[in-house]
């Protein structure tokens, strides 16, 4: 199957997956349908035409569709795949955009009909705002792709990863469960933390906002944050953040330490560190 020739149906059609949508009309692809439950969203999604077709259910598209792409929350994707397991076309693909994959694994795929190839994925980029108002392919070019190692068909595979570099990202690595919530831990939830503690620490003694330079608006940029579903995947993946948010607290001692005892070798050695190691970020 190429790109031009197969039928999409993107499910949730928030800003990550309007922009899927949004990219796959670009890119070619032969018919995209949308599904959500929010009717102004999918008159937007119509008018704008980034999709052919939009439902508010998966009883017409699916049975017609190659390619599902779930962008819901963790627990909605268990939902909707149980709601609509009958309706998905035999052999069909489906994928998921999820920020954690072991309880995905563990608890959704399980549920999913045996004919159906369900290859787990997380698209590195992002909006901190929501809603289709905000969706944007463009967020997609130059970022990271993860694509969980599984017993998936090749040429499936093979399809998702056309697909992929058709939407303009970069790289794909291919990663297991454990792996991926690891890091992920680490490059996402964790950043997000310290951003969110960085600034609800402010005990508002000025007014801030007239005395911040650019570090504070790099740092706090995704402190901007989507309540619902960052709890979902804090708890998600309890254990690999709890494990990193202790990581990073011995790095921060060590820098508290340094100033303590006003010890400039180890300040200018830990940012000698730090310096190296963000030239080597591309």
Same mark, same amino acid.
């Given at each position: 199957?190429? $790109?031009?020739? &197969?039928?999409?149906?993107?499910?949730?059609?928030?800003?990550?997956?309007?922009?899927?949508?949004?990219?796959?009309?670009?890119?070619?692809?032969?018919?995209?349908?949308?599904?959500?439950?929010?009717? %102004?969203?999918? /008159?937007?999604?119509? /008018?704008?035409? !980034?999709?052919?077709?939009?439902?508010?259910?998966?009883? &017409?598209? $699916?049975?017609?569709?190659?390619?599902?792409?779930?962008?819901?929350?963790? %627990?909605?994707?268990?939902?909707?795949?149980?709601?609509?397991?009958?309706?998905? /076309?035999?052999?069909? =693909?489906?994928?998921?955009?999820?920020?954690? /994959?072991?309880?995905?694994? +563990?608890?959704?795929?399980?549920?999913? #009909?045996?004919?159906?190839?369900? =290859?787990?994925?997380?698209?590195?980029?992002? +909006?901190?705002? +929501?809603?289709?108002?905000?969706?944007?392919?463009?967020?997609?070019?130059?970022?990271?792709?993860?694509?969980?190692?599984?017993?998936?068909?090749?040429?499936?595979?093979?399809?998702?990863?056309? =697909?992929?570099?058709?939407?303009?990202?970069?790289? !794909?690595?291919?990663?297991?469960?454990?792996?991926?919530?690891?890091? &992920?831990?680490? *490059?996402?939830?964790?950043?997000?933390?310290?951003?969110?503690?960085?600034?609800?620490?402010?005990?508002?003694?000025?007014?801030?906002?007239?005395?911040?330079?650019?570090?504070?608006?790099?740092?706090?940029? =995704?402190?901007?944050? @989507?309540?619902?579903?960052?709890?979902?995947?804090?708890?998600? @993946?309890?254990?690999? $953040?709890?494990?990193?948010?202790?990581?990073?607290?011995? #790095? $921060?001692?060590?820098?508290?330490?340094?100033?303590?005892?006003?010890?400039?070798?180890?300040?200018?050695?830990?940012?000698?560190?730090?310096?190296? #190691? +963000? %030239?080597?970020? *591309?």
């Amino acid at each position: 199957m190429r $790109l031009e020739d &197969i039928a999409i149906t993107v499910v949730g059609l928030g800003v990550v997956g309007g922009s899927f949508a949004e990219g796959l009309k670009k890119a070619g692809a032969g018919k995209v349908y949308g599904i959500d439950n929010n009717l %102004e969203t999918l /008159k937007k999604a119509k /008018k704008s035409g !980034i999709v052919d077709e939009a439902f508010e259910n998966g009883k &017409i598209p $699916l049975p017609k569709t190659d390619l599902v792409i779930i962008s819901l929350y963790p %627990e909605l994707l268990e939902t909707f795949i149980l709601e609509n397991n009958e309706y998905f /076309k035999e052999n069909s =693909i489906i994928t998921d955009v999820t920020g954690i /994959k072991g309880k995905v694994l +563990r608890e959704v795929k399980p549920k999913l #009909r045996k004919d159906i190839d369900f =290859i787990l994925g997380h698209p590195m980029a992002g +909006r901190e705002k +929501r809603g289709i108002d905000y969706a944007d392919s463009g967020v997609f070019k130059n970022a990271n792709y993860i694509l969980i190692k599984a017993d998936n068909k090749e040429k499936n595979i093979n399809l998702m990863k056309e =697909i992929i570099e058709k939407l303009g990202f970069k790289n !794909i690595n291919f990663l297991d469960t454990e792996e991926h919530d690891e890091i &992920i831990a680490f *490059t996402s939830q964790l950043t997000h933390a310290i951003a969110v503690s960085l600034i609800n620490s402010d005990d508002n003694k000025y007014d801030t906002n007239k005395f911040i330079g650019d570090s504070y608006r790099d740092l706090t940029r =995704i402190a901007k944050i @989507n309540e619902d579903l960052w709890a979902e995947l804090f708890l998600g @993946n309890k254990d690999n $953040l709890l494990f990193m948010i202790e990581k990073f607290e011995k #790095r $921060l001692d060590v820098l508290k330490e340094a100033v303590k005892s006003e010890d400039i070798e180890t300040l200018k050695k830990e940012f000698r560190e730090s310096s190296r #190691r +963000r %030239e080597q970020i *591309t």
